[in-house]
């Protein structure tokens, strides 16, 4: 076969015959770069071999196995998938440099070596040497079923999954790992990549015998998958995540999943044995602490991560401004949404800001994306103003309008539970939210405004109340 000189978009992936200095599809400037490839031919003997296993089939006679998957004693890793990992599918995972890709897998590897299936762990990146340090320090027993090939070939990682009857694959990084047939281009180029992700996911994919693949992937300076967006459309399953390397929380998202919830997240701690699940991730999120040990400025609430309540604690930090312009810095939200907050709080209750700086931030840095925190917000802020300490026992669950008035949240009921499980004694909602004024044992308080919950917490009648500001 001949070799042709073809373009490839680093960006998106748009191929072309010559050199363009602008991405027609993406409109990214100086993405194309020259890559060698084979040229085949269009029905080939190399195209019909890899169609040989196509069978056509009536829908209704195809048979399924929605238990056929490989549980990790990793609760949180379980709980994102959807139950585990599925045996023919292909799961991407990415997180910035030090964020514990390579110790999340490692530990899934010896996890599901450990039940007795075969598993090979590749890596381009480290010896075989570096990977057993890593192994000695973070596992507790190594399985005999475990075995590591440090290579960067992916004809050679084929062959040793296929030799040891691998039930699952894990490939470190597939940026790093490069076919003998689309030689010389290099590792990590758009053509090798998607290659190489292609003959391991027909691996995956074989009826015969299925495999469960994990692909980590390298992250961009944008914190997006490198590569192709292609990659994430082959793959079954892609999961993000996330934490400072510097900290010990972690989180990990699936942005895709074919086999369970999208937007599903899990919650870790990074020791020194490795990742660890955070079972009850509540308590981690939010500061234990006696009536007695009541602070100003503190609020607290639930919000919903993937299918799961987490109890939040709100934080904010009033105090004077000395400039024309007072600060508002949101660590958990977003700027714009904080400045409506205040402005709310300024023209329905009364509670004048404009010379004053206000910072909010959550006990563990968690984000606040759902709209269900507002009124904790705005009473951690009131707090901070008043300088008086809001009940530990109290959760505040409502959005608010720009009219003061409370608005009802999705899933009110399941995060009322959560709260109740914690041991919490009343929380504040709004008016249609529930019917009951006692759910399993917590207080619900219906309130209609703003106004009414300032007075109900602080026990003081604001400047300005609904009705008199129109």
Known sequence: MKEKTIYI????????????????????????????????????????????????????????????????????????????????????LSSPPGGGKSTLTLAVANDVAAQGYPVVYASGEESSSQIKARADRILPEISPNLWV???????????????????LVIV???????????????????????????????????????????????????????????????????LIMDGDSEEQFRSLTATKNRFGSTGEMGFFTMTERGLLSMDNPSEFFMTKRSEAEAVSGSAL????????????????????????YPSRIGEALRREQLNTLVSILEQRCGVMLFDKNVVIKTTGGLKLKEQASNLAVLMSIVSSVYEEPISPAVAFLADVGLTGELKRVPNTESRVRELARMGFQKVFVSKDSLQEERVEGITVVRLRYVSEVMEAIFEKRPKKRYKESL
């Open 9 to 92: 978009c680093k960006n998106c992936g748009s191929r072309s015959a010559k050199w363009m200095g602008v991405c027609p599809r993406c409109r990214q400037y100086n993405t194309f770069e020259a890559v060698q490839e084979m040229a085949q031919p269009a029905a080939g003997k190399a195209a019909q071999s890899r169609l040989a296993d196509g069978v056509l089939l009536p829908l209704r006679a195809v048979e399924t196995n929605r238990s056929d998957r490989l549980l990790t004693g990793i609760g949180e890793f379980n709980r994102v998938l959807g139950g585990g990992l599925v045996r023919d599918s292909v799961t991407i």
């Open 149 to 167: 090939i440090a290579d960067t070939s992916m004809d050679r990682v084929l062959q040793a999954a296929k030799e040891k009857e691998a039930a």
């Open 172 to 238: 470190d990084s597939i940026q790093t790992f490069q076919l003998q047939a689309f030689l010389p281009s290099r590792a990590g180029n758009p053509t090798q990549t998607m290659e190489c992700a292609g003959e391991l996911t027909r691996l995956a994919k074989n009826s015969a015998r299925p495999v469960a693949v994990i692909l980590i992937g390298q992250m961009n300076k944008s914190d997006e998958l490198a590569g192709l967006r292609a990659l994430e459309h082959l793959a079954d399953t892609v």
């Open 301 to 324: 609430t639930v919000v919903r991560e993937g299918s799961r309540p987490v109890i939040a604690e709100v934080e904010s930090l009033v105090s004077r401004s000395f400039t024309p």
